[in-house]
């Protein structure tokens, strides 16, 4: 069973995401301002540290305290920046924190992480992106911190693909679909425990260093840059 890191599980895809991982019998590290009650039901092979993935600072204490190996790391914590929708109405502090928590926070756990992941089996890094996130795909505007902030998610990425390739690692930027999530809406095709479903198959059985650098689906297809 593999050890893996994953953060955004307190609802929606992550805490399916979180469910999948630990009914099929993995040890999954959480970091996050909460996580769902039942996940302690699963004793030691859950561990939750708990942190506001907008505050930088807490986080490099947090993530530099985790010395055990890891296999993959999962980064599914997201921030839609309602407040910082169109470009004319802006909040400031809003579009910072979708930064902070969709772009700074994943580079943050990636680079002191490292170590653990050094030491896991896998080297896996997975980014849960969006196809809000592609720039040949916006014609419509708006989602503004949340488009800007995933597509240097996205660039990020790719920084690390390129860097760390050579070391044996593999990093992803993933679409996890359109989810009846409160940030995808009743309407979204997609049921949390399918997405959830979809997401643990690429990451335990498509997942490798043949889909390094790349921005895709859950069935590892490409998407537009």
């Known amino acids: ?74 980064c599914s914590a997201a921030d839609f920046g309602s407040d910082a929708y169109l470009l004319d ?20 756990l990636a680079r002191d992480l490292k170590p653990q992941l050094e030491e896991g089996a896998r080297r896996h890094i997975v980014f849960m992106s969006t196809g809000n996130a592609s720039l040949s795909g916006n014609a419509s505007g708006e989602m503004l911190a949340y488009r800007t902030s995933k597509s240097a998610l996205n660039q990020l990425m790719r920084n690390i693909a390129a860097e760390w390739g050579p070391q044996g690692f593999a990093t992803v930027a993933l679409n996890p679909g359109w989810v009846r999530t409160d940030m995808g809406g009743e309407n979204a095709p997609l049921s949390v425990e399918e997405a959830a479903t979809e997401i643990y198959v690429f990451c335990e059985d498509l997942m490798g260093e043949a889909l390094n650098g790349r921005f895709c689906n859950t069935d590892g297809s490409d998407l537009p840059w």
Do not use: K
């Not at 302690?40 to 859950?46: L, N, Q, T």
């Not at 579009?95 to 928590?101: D, N, S």
């Open 89 to 108: 109405q802006f909040v400031n502090a809003a579009f910072v924190r979708a930064f902070a928590v969709n772009c700074i926070a994943p580079a943050i």
């Open 1 to 74: 069973m593999s050890r893996v890191l994953i953060t955004g599980v307190s609802r929606g895809i992550g805490e399916g995401l979180l469910r999948r991982y630990l009914e099929g019998g993995h040890e999954v590290d959480v970091i996050g301002r909460s996580a769902p009650g039942w996940a302690a039901d699963h004793g030691a092979r859950f561990r939750f540290h708990a942190c506001d993935l907008a505050d930088v600072d807490a986080l490099v204490e947090v993530s530099r305290a985790i010395t055990t190996p890891l296999d993959s790391l999962i």
